[in-house]
């Protein structure tokens, strides 16, 4: 069966530092991956989203990138954090596939101080 | 700007009760309507609609979507206190981008 795994569970980083988010999937193959921010008492944003390795997609302006070295590895980079980068980080996958679910990570909650 | 607008926002029920959440959308392209349920820190899917009037059932879960009108409804009948999340709406505008409603924070009191 497929699994999502993503971490850290939380973090806590001052403004200025660097930030990586590491998400793996395991048990299937050339998924779509997804990273989406939760803001506290908001739903999910989506932030990039990919269909292959090195391929990305950004679909909001922002501080942060994203990366896919690895088919089943997506990656979630920041050189510098902002205060308004705090909040609920989730990555996902799916089938790539028409009419499919998407299954979310733990997810890591960030507070940038 | 593509919206989906989940109401109540909050809703706070008692053991027993039967609650209906609400979701309505716009935006510019439709695939489907998905509903979730966030606890602690996952989403965990609950369903997917595609079309207009079928209903879709989970033990005390149902759910349906109006097409025409551009909103779905998510019942969940004799509530327990494991009931007790945030529901989320969603919609798939093509390879599972999704875009989510605030969600409705469910509290199912003892």
């Known amino acids: 069966s497929q699994t999502i795994h993503q971490w850290p569970a939380t973090l806590v980083q001052p403004v200025g530092s660097p930030l990586s988010l590491e998400c793996t999937v395991e048990?299937?193959?050339?998924?779509?991956l997804y990273w989406y921010r939760q803001a506290a008492g908001r739903g999910l944003q989506l932030l990039f989203y990919?269909?292959?390795?090195?391929?990305i997609s950004s679909e909001v302006p922002q501080n942060l990138s994203a990366s896919r070295p690895q088919d089943r590895q997506f990656i979630l980079s920041s050189k510098k954090l902002l205060l308004s980068d705090s909040g609920f980080y989730l990555c996902?996958?799916?089938?790539?596939?028409?009419?499919?679910?998407?299954?979310f990570g733990q997810g890591t909650r960030l507070t940038v101080v | 700007e593509d919206k989906v607008v989940q109401s109540p926002l909050s809703l706070v029920v008692h053991e027993g009760d039967t609650v209906t959440l609400n979701c309505s959308y716009e935006?510019?392209?439709?695939?489907?309507l998905l509903w979730y349920k966030q606890e602690k820190k996952a989403p965990t899917f609950l369903f997917m609609l595609?079309?207009?009037?079928i209903e879709k059932k989970s033990g005390r879960l149902s759910s349906i979507l109006d097409k025409k009108e551009l909103f779905s409804i998510l019942n969940i009948t004799a509530t327990q206190t494991g009931d007790s999340a945030v529901y989320l709406c969603?919609?798939?505008?093509?390879?599972?981008?999704?875009?989510f409603g605030q969600g409705t924070r469910l509290t199912i009191n003892p």
């Open positions: 595609t079309s207009s009037g």
């Open positions: 996902a996958w799916s089938v790539p596939r028409v009419n499919t679910e998407a299954f």
């Open positions: 969603a919609v798939d505008q093509g390879a599972q981008k999704l875009v």
């Open positions: 935006v510019t392209n439709f695939r489907s």
């Open positions: 048990g299937t193959s050339n998924p779509n």
């Open positions: 990919s269909v292959g390795i090195g391929q």
